[in-house]
Every structure is written in C-alpha cells, then in structure tokens.
C-alpha cells in the first residue's frame, strides 16, 4: 500500500512522463509518435520476463 509521500512522488512522475510524451509527439507528429510507440511496445513485448525487476 503506497504512503502519502509515495503516491506525491507517483504522481509527479505521472506528470514527467507526460510531458516527455507530449514533447515526442509535438517533435514527431501524431503518426509518426503513433509507430514510434507501437514499436517500443513490441520491443518490451519481445524482452525476456525474468523476474528480476519485481518485488517477491
């Protein structure tokens, strides 16, 4: 269950990522932004899921 401070931080990062987002898709266009997205996706999709990164 995330704390108070945890979920302030959650959000500001929230907030970062958008604007990240939003900086690729005006520098891209929505097309461009669109594939550049879709391939991400299918790159992460592809990565072995070692377990690593996560708590248990």
């Known amino acids: 269950m995330p704390t108070d401070r945890g979920l302030s931080i959650m959000a500001a990062s929230d907030g970062f990522v958008h604007l990240i987002e939003q900086k690729l898709a005006d520098t891209l266009g929505p097309d461009r932004y669109r594939d550049f997205r879709d391939a ?16 248990g």
């Open 40 to 55: 991400l996706a299918r790159v992460v999709a592809s990565l072995p899921a070692t377990g690593d990164d996560t708590e």
